[in-house]
């Protein structure tokens, strides 16, 4: 018992600091979007060029997946994630200091790079150390990512609000990147060292299934992208005040944490994950709608509805790319690969959006546009039968 107790302590702990890490992955880009009017009445920015802090990041967090596992093989877990809270925290504190679009945009980009370093390498860290409850655990991550855009969503207004700047409202989470690299810092001396020998990563584009299920990753994470940009803005436009919005948008990362939590444990029951995706996918439709054809009425009801879908998917594409293969270092390079083209491709939906507002005057069919895009990721959920995975990818 004892011993048992003796092991147990170093998981838990490890899983403690992987909470606070992925708390810093979100902030950077959740804080925008309720302090756009604000920024905007400062910083000359057209809704095409807001885009673009959220656009950016994602996009640079696609291109960097591409050599962020050989980064982690080279300096080792630990250095990798001592690296990006760095840089995630140097690029967040930055913000006080800016005067200009161009100089918000390449501290929204450099904290990409931290973040996508340490996207990479999760998934590889979560299968090697928690082999039993990868998809537990994975829940767990995906939703403190999830945790940390609904903290800063819904604090950033009352920081400006408080402060009288909206600097300070985004440049505060700079705090959060200190306390994870404490705590990373205390328990990597108890964690035991994983092997830090130089793996050959295996490429996956020119397999077919690998793009299906990097698509299919992007495809769900540009609804979450574009909801994280344009949900506050939308709603600034329809009246509400930054703070309300910025509420809004806090209690629709809440129901992602929710989501995030219960969908993989649900799922765990079978390793057949197509019945969950569709249902998530039909609550994100639905959500879509309840945005387009009644904003004011059930207010609470259709972010309620996008985010158990949008946090139940986002985990799910990452737990249905793990169940592909079994090795962790080759998971976590098909994992890499997902997300790699996933984000390129998610990256475009907010600068698509923005310009769909400036073109048109509205983001209703930005909405439209993104409820006909889950309706074709329902035909992709079909093909994840678990039983043709080793058909697929060997």
Not at 118 to 145: E, H, W
Not at 199 to 217: E, I, P
Not at 339 to 344: K, S
């Amino acid at each position: 018992m004892e011993n048992t107790r003796t092991k147990s302590r170093p998981a838990f702990w490890l899983m403690f600091s992987i909470v606070l890490i992925a708390l810093n992955l979100r902030p950077s880009m959740a804080a925008v979007g309720p302090l756009l009017s604000a920024i905007r009445g400062d910083i000359a920015l057209s809704f095409s060029l807001a885009s673009l802090l959220t656009m950016l990041p994602v996009m640079t967090m696609g291109l960097a997946m591409f050599f962020g596992l050989r980064v982690s093989q080279r300096l080792g877990e630990q250095r990798t994630v001592l690296l990006s809270l760095l840089i995630i925290g140097v690029a967040t504190f930055s913000r006080l200091f800016l005067d200009s679009a161009a100089e918000l945009i390449l501290s929204a980009m450099l904290a990409g790079i931290g973040i996508a370093l340490i996207q990479a390498l999760m998934p590889v860290l979560i299968k090697s150390r928690f082999s039993d409850n990868v998809a537990l655990c994975m829940g767990l991550y995906v939703t403190s990512i999830m945790g940390g855009a609904a903290i800063a969503a819904s604090f950033a207004p009352l920081v400006m609000v408080s402060t009288g700047s909206w600097r300070i409202g985004l440049a505060i989470w700079a705090g959060l990147a200190v306390v994870a690299l404490l705590i990373w810092s205390v328990q990597r001396a108890a964690m035991p060292a994983s092997p830090s020998k130089l793996v050959r990563q295996r490429s996956f584009f020119a397999n077919g299934r690998a793009w299906l299920l990097a698509v299919f990753f992007g495809l769900g994470t540009a609804s979450y992208t574009c909801v994280l940009a344009w949900l506050a803005p939308y709603y600034v436009e329809k009246g509400w005040s930054e703070q309300q919005a910025g509420l809004l948008l806090g209690f629709l990362t809440a129901m992602e944490m929710l989501s995030g939590l219960l969908t993989p444990a649900i799922a765990n029951r079978s390793r057949d994950r197509r019945v969950v995706l569709m249902v998530l996918l039909v609550l994100i439709m639905a959500g879509f709608c309840g945005l387009i054809l009644s904003p004011h009425n059930l207010s609470l009801l259709w972010p309620c509805l996008l985010g158990l879908g949008i946090g139940g998917l986002f985990p799910m594409s990452l737990i249905v790319s793990l169940d592909h293969l079994d090795n962790p270092q080759s998971a976590g390079g098909l994992t890499a690969f997902v997300q790699g083209i996933g984000y390129l491709i998610a990256g475009l939906s907010p600068l698509l959006a923005g310009m769909i507002r400036d073109s048109l005057g509205s983001f209703e069919w930005a909405w439209w546009s993104l409820t006909g895009v889950m309706a074709v990721m329902m035909l992709m959920a079909l093909r994840f039968n678990p039983r043709h995975y080793a058909r697929h990818i060997h």
